[in-house]
């Protein structure tokens, strides 16, 4: 027993602004933007808005993993969106996403630029767009897409579940860590046991789905995310830790994780992307970092 069971629920909730907790400065229960101000916009046909937490992540490695297969057509500016400073509620930044969140991208190479928002509809927006890492065939590219949709559902518990109250709540709850641990470890053990038979998500090939997977539970296994490696003995799920090792060595994930990231090793952080040669001068202001 502890304070939290005596709880008992207003009739109609209202809005405490300091509840407390990580967020507690930027979430709020109504959309749309407080301020005004427009997005800066680069050189390059694909205009990214984010930050580099697994969502964002996403979207970065997608756009080197297309860079170095030679699209040239994703050459991309990776705006940084300072979420913890509440940038995702300026009026540019909701124009793009009136979800208030990263990642949000523009591409400004059709007749009239045309916004994508929510990072899974990214990821099939660009595979469509320049016809990669997605399987043509139907039953991978059915494969594929079923693991993109079930990692977009699935992350939530992960993130908003487990890591909000095992990480950010202001003090350690024991029902919700319990109830959001125990669905953390069901989803490593379906990604375990699916990886047995399948070296990818959607089988022998690397797809977005792996791509969409990768910055969640792959960083879960490395204990880039939350410091619950141990907690959840990740090292116990063989085939996901040997999946997530084989991507992490890839080349294009490598500078794909390091963008638009504001936490971590100085070194694994570029703040901006404008260039490809920015990976090699990492020149960049260090407000936040
Ligand atoms: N379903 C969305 C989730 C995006 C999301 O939750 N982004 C977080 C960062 S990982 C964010 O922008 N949070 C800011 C906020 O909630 O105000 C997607 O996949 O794009």
């Given at each position: 027993?502890?304070?939290?069971?005596?709880?008992?629920?207003?009739?109609?909730?209202?809005?405490?602004?300091?509840?407390?907790?990580?967020?507690?400065?930027?979430?709020?229960?109504?959309?749309?933007?407080?301020?005004?101000?427009?997005?800066?916009?680069?050189?390059?046909?694909?205009?990214?808005?984010?930050?580099?937490?697994?969502?964002?992540?996403?979207?970065?490695?997608?756009?080197?993993?297309?860079?170095?297969?030679?699209?040239?057509?994703?050459?991309?500016?990776?705006?940084?969106?300072?979420?913890?400073?509440?940038?995702?509620?300026?009026?540019?930044?909701?124009?793009?996403?009136?979800?208030?969140?990263?990642?949000?991208?523009?591409?400004?190479?059709?007749?009239?630029?045309?916004?994508?928002?929510?990072?899974?509809?990214?990821?099939?927006?660009?595979?469509?767009?320049?016809?990669?890492?997605?399987?043509?065939?139907?039953?991978?590219?059915?494969?594929?897409?079923?693991?993109?949709?079930?990692?977009?559902g699935s992350a939530p518990y992960l993130g908003g579940?487990?890591?909000?109250?095992?990480?950010?709540?202001?003090?350690?709850?024991?029902?919700?860590?319990?109830?959001?641990?125990?669905?953390?470890?069901?989803?490593?053990?379906?990604?375990?046991?699916?990886?047995?038979?399948?070296?990818?998500?959607?089988?022998?090939?690397?797809?977005?789905?792996?791509?969409?997977?990768?910055?969640?539970?792959?960083?879960?296994?490395?204990?880039?995310?939350?410091?619950?490696?141990?907690?959840?003995?990740?090292?116990?799920?063989?085939?996901?830790?040997?999946?997530?090792?084989?991507?992490?060595?890839?080349?294009?994930?490598?500078?794909?994780?390091?963008?638009?990231?504001?936490?971590?090793?100085?070194?694994?952080?570029?703040?901006?992307?404008?260039?490809?040669?920015?990976?090699?001068?990492?020149?960049?202001?260090?407000?936040?970092?």
């Open positions: 027993m502890n304070e939290q069971t005596l709880y008992t629920p207003a009739k109609v909730w209202k809005w405490e602004k300091e509840n407390g907790g990580t967020f507690a400065s930027t979430n709020r229960p109504i959309a749309g933007a407080t301020f005004d101000k427009e997005l800066p916009i680069g050189t390059h046909p694909l205009q990214l808005y984010s930050m580099g937490t697994p969502n964002g992540q996403k979207v970065t490695i997608m756009l080197e993993e297309l860079l170095a297969i030679g699209v040239s057509g994703a050459e991309y500016d990776a705006w940084l969106i300072r979420i913890h400073e509440g940038d995702q509620f300026g009026s540019g930044f909701t124009d793009v996403n009136p979800n208030s969140k990263i990642p949000a991208l523009m591409d400004h190479t059709t007749d009239t630029p045309t916004r994508i928002f929510e990072s899974g509809s990214i990821l099939l927006y660009l595979a469509e767009k320049f016809d990669a890492l997605l399987p043509t065939d139907h039953g991978p590219r059915t494969e594929c897409i079923n693991w993109l949709f079930w990692l977009m579940g487990f890591g909000h109250f095992y990480n950010y709540a202001p003090f350690k709850m024991e029902y919700p860590i319990d109830r959001f641990a125990m669905e953390a470890k069901r989803q490593m053990d379906v990604l375990d046991r699916h990886l047995e038979d399948n070296r990818y998500l959607a089988g022998d090939d690397y797809s977005i789905a792996d791509i969409a997977t990768w910055p969640w539970y792959g960083s879960l296994v490395l204990n880039a995310v939350y410091e619950a490696s141990e907690f959840l003995d990740t090292a116990s799920y063989k085939n996901l830790n040997r999946w997530t090792n084989e991507i992490a060595a890839r080349e294009a994930v490598k500078r794909g994780r390091i963008v638009n990231r504001t936490r971590g090793p100085l070194d694994e952080q570029l703040h901006e992307r404008h260039d490809a040669r920015d990976f090699e001068t990492k020149t960049q202001d260090k407000i936040g970092a």
